[in-house]
């Protein structure tokens, strides 16, 4: 009955077996290594670095993608791998050399996630050669034979990802991406149907529309694991997180669209006109992200654009004089839902490879398609290098925190002291409340795993005994542990040591007693660090960050309103601003959602939060290129509807970057005017002015409309977003 209930819990943790596949292929790669290298060719270094090579890069290094792609990955990473044994044989000659390297390379290793996030995955496995090539004895004779067991691990372990039961191929954010896009050109030609024939399907437009949200939803970052989420700084990953943000940004329109559908049919409507092309364009935006496809051909959704401008309607159907606001509204909405899709299909191209054909409409938002890949990451690693930037204080945390451990193991003269760097590596994380719930399992299971190694070694001395066992040991380890939990993980990994050690030099039960030390004393450091070092990890850096940035979007509204007044010339500077903010949001939010939240602090809807100020600077530029500085000047009346309702805006924006400083989401705002409410407010200030400056006032009064809905999608939640696995070191 124990052990069908183990096998079931163990089914249920891995129900695609994914986790205990990973800990046969290293198994056996460990296995067969170790066996050649210590008792087929008697080299006990060899063997050492064989075994922890096939250990750093099978368990702890996280990496994405299909099983081939993993396997690039590892080969690729061999040189830097070979510069870390190199530095770290060469400066074990001093405790002081080594843990000068230990903080530069500690802190360069972590802070290289700036440029690409995905490259924590690999900084573990990096830092623990790194760590393992840095302690006594001093043999730079042997720097070949470390070299050599390292890589055969590395070379031999890719094949065995590609050959040995590789994993089923993951869903990738691209093939998410393209079943969102086909589920919101979906809604959009249900929208347009609608909009001719309003008493058509009800249900089966709802049906679309649920099923394009749900869709939709699934792009949130904190819904997909880091290790496949677009965050790097590079331009495909940058353009597949725009194209995301504009297909949100489009289908929201376009439910403000339908939720505007005329009582009756319209003849003639532009707005039905243009969704058609919009839907065929992201739709094909959709095909050339998850096929390969073509690319997007932008040339009929700009002829549709265009088209739409120029027919964009200012007098009444009847023939009268009135302009016919209610289908200006409608227009005005779908030319705004237009510039979102153009955006995905900018983007679309971009992530496809593309150099950013039609980017020119949106200098900034795609200004990173100008520049080669060296570049971008470069301008990434600079901006980080700021107060508020939750990279630098987690690398600086770290780089400290290993330099002192390994300043402490050299003093005391620990003979594994890197099991004291290793204690703390997999103790500290980016905030205090994450190291605290990480002390208490590596605290327990290695006690746990000391006394069984204790036993062990008092019972068994033979070292055929323990090479017998090393394959069980190592499954154990790797698989029925991660799968149990930390603490049955740091159990089987101390057990494991003792397997690996027993034959390399045996030591009876002082090495069960030096485990204990080492681990205590790394725990012990790891802690402090991570107290007394930025204690509030990312949490911290991403609610200041996000006040500010979201502040400097409500000053752009506010002076973009000035500009289409005639009061102020456009806000460059302004928009400048918003941009460079942007750039630590991103990387705050990426990182806290692999922290621990602290339960006592109120929750954000993050996703929305950040929503709302990732529209305003594009909007805003699209606003000004058909609505021209000054185009509103002169009208006293709708100066001053518009002065009011932008600065509502900015103090709701202010409001609401107070309110995330806090840890807690602002209170639901006003929900945006309709149509028809957009007659009532307009119709006392038409008189007898210009049919085209109505045509201004009503495109820059549905852009701040639109604003205002994005922060009615704000409000009091739980973070609903999965936990992360990869974390574990």
Request: charged share 20%; glycine share 10%; with cysteine.
């Amino acid at each position: 009955m124990l052990g069908s209930s183990l096998l079931g819990r163990l089914r249920r943790r891995d129900p695609n077996g994914a986790v205990l596949r990973r800990a046969v292929r290293l198994t056996l790669v460990a296995s067969v290594l170790f066996y050649a290298c210590r008792y087929g060719v008697g080299s006990p270094v060899l063997a050492t670095y064989a075994l922890f090579g096939t250990i750093a890069a099978g368990s702890f290094a996280q990496l994405p993608g299909p099983a081939p792609q993993r396997a690039r990955i590892l080969v690729t990473s061999l040189p830097v791998v070979w510069a870390l044994i190199a530095a770290g044989t060469l400066l074990a000659w001093s405790t002081w050399a080594a843990a000068g390297g230990m903080l530069v390379i500690g802190f360069v290793v972590a802070f290289a996630g700036v440029g690409n996030p995905r490259l924590v995955g690999l900084a573990s496995a990096f830092q623990l050669f790194y760590i393992l090539a840095s302690f006594p004895p001093y043999q730079p004779d042997s720097l070949p034979q470390r070299l050599g067991g390292v890589t055969l691990a590395v070379v031999l372990l890719a094949a065995a990802e590609v050959v040995l039961w590789p994993d089923p191929v993951p869903v990738s954010y691209r093939q998410l991406l393209a079943r969102a896009a086909d589920g919101v050109a979906a809604f959009l030609d249900a929208t347009a149907d609608a909009l001719g024939d309003p008493g058509g399907d009800q249900g089966a437009r709802d049906g679309r529309r649920a099923r394009a949200y749900d869709l939709v939803a699934v792009l949130g970052l904190a819904r997909n694991p880091r290790e496949s989420s677009p965050t790097a700084a590079g331009a495909q990953d940058r353009a597949l997180r725009i194209t995301a943000s504009a297909l949100r940004e489009a289908l929201a329109t376009a439910d403000r669209l339908a939720a505007d559908v005329p009582s009756t049919p319209i003849p003639d409507l532009a707005a039905a006109r243009l969704l058609r092309p919009c839907a065929d364009a992201i739709r094909a935006a959709g095909r050339s992200l998850s096929s390969h496809g073509p690319e997007v051909d932008l040339r009929d959704l700009d002829a549709a654009i265009g088209a739409t401008e120029a027919a964009y309607p200012v007098r009444s159907a009847g023939g009268g004089d009135r302009p016919d606001v209610p289908r200006m509204c409608r227009d005005a909405t779908a030319l705004a839902l237009a510039d979102q899709v153009r955006i995905v299909a900018v983007g679309s191209r971009i992530a496809a490879g593309a150099r950013g054909v039609g980017a020119d409409a949106y200098p900034r938002l795609f200004e990173y398609a100008r520049h080669g890949a060296w570049t971008l990451y470069w301008r990434q690693f600079r901006a980080h290098l700021a107060p508020r930037s939750a990279h630098l204080h987690s690398a600086l945390r770290l780089a400290v925190a290993l330099a002192i451990a390994r300043v402490a193991a050299g003093v005391l003269h620990l003979n594994h002291g890197f099991w004291v760097l290793l204690a703390t590596l997999t103790v500290l994380r980016t905030s205090a409340a994450d190291t605290r719930t990480a002390l208490r399992p590596a605290v327990l299971g290695t006690l746990a795993g000391v006394v069984a190694s204790g036993l062990l070694v008092l019972l068994v001395e033979k070292p055929v005994a323990y090479a017998v066992v090393l394959p069980v040991s190592l499954l154990l380890a790797f698989g029925v542990g991660r799968l149990l939990g930390p603490v049955w993980q740091q159990a089987l990994f101390t057990l494991l040591l003792t397997v690996v050690f027993s034959q390399l030099s045996p030591e009876g039960w002082r090495l069960a007693e030096a485990r204990l030390v080492d681990v205590g004393l790394g725990a012990v450091i790891g802690v402090l660090a991570g107290v007394a070092m930025w204690p509030r990890g990312a949490g911290h850096d991403l609610r200041h960050n996000a006040g500010r940035y979201l502040a400097a979007n409500g000053t752009a509204v506010e002076r973009t309103v000035a500009a289409v007044l005639g009061d102020a010339p456009p806000p460059e500077r302004d928009f400048d601003r918003v941009g460079e903010r942007m750039i630590l949001v991103d990387s705050s939010y990426c990182q806290y959602h692999s922290e621990r939240h602290d339960q006592r602090r109120g929750h954000v809807d993050w996703d929305a939060a950040l929503s709302a100020g990732h529209h305003v600077v594009p909007g805003a530029e699209s606003l000004l290129r058909r609505n021209p500085p000054g185009c509103l000047a002169g009208w006293p009346a709708a100066a001053a509807l518009l002065r009011d309702t932008a600065g509502n805006l900015r103090s709701a924006y202010d409001d609401l970057a107070g309110e995330v400083t806090h840890g807690r989401a602002a209170d639901p705002m006003p929900v945006p005017t309709d149509c028809v409410d957009e007659v009532n407010r307009l119709r006392p200030l038409l008189g007898g002015v210009d049919p085209a400056a109505v045509r201004h006032l009503v495109e820059v009064d549905r852009w701040l409309a639109g604003l205002a809905d994005s922060l009615t999608r704000i409000h009091d939640g739980d973070d609903r977003e999965p936990a992360r696995s990869g974390d574990d070191r």
